[in-house]
């Protein structure tokens, strides 16, 4: 699968790249929090031939959370795309250790 022709509409059905808050990966899927959930598109996502299954997360601060179920072969390489396609910054941490520590102790940098 070419991972970059699907990160455009990705990126769009996910309100945007001005509409994450923090992305992230882990083996099978990819994590995604949101500044405007109402921007998010469930069902356009749902379309997408990588995605398995769209689980929607908790609210994390101002944050929406989702993960988008894409499988062992193509979560890092999606992720690497969509920062990529969507100019953003990686940070240091990953996954949950990131979120959590900034709602534990405040962000730190």
């Known amino acids: 699968m070419n991972h970059h022709s ?3 509409e990705l990126l769009a059905a996910l309100g945007g790249a001005d509409n994450l808050a923090r992305l992230s990966h882990c083996a099978t899927r990819l994590r995604v929090d949101l500044h405007d959930e109402t921007r998010f598109d469930k069902e356009r996502i749902e379309r997408l031939a990588p995605v ?3 689980i929607e997360g908790s609210v994390l601060g ?3 959370a989702y993960q988008l179920v894409v499988g062992p ?3 890092q390489a999606l ?3 969509l920062v990529e396609a969507g100019r953003l910054e990686q940070g240091k941490e990953r996954g949950r250790l990131k ?5 534990l102790f405040g962000n730190r940098d």
């Open 62 to 64: 101002q944050h929406k």
């Open 6 to 8: 699907v990160v455009t």
């Open 52 to 54: 398995v299954a769209v």
């Open 73 to 75: 072969d193509n979560s």
């Open 79 to 81: 992720y690497q795309a």
């Open 99 to 103: 979120g959590l520590t900034r709602r």
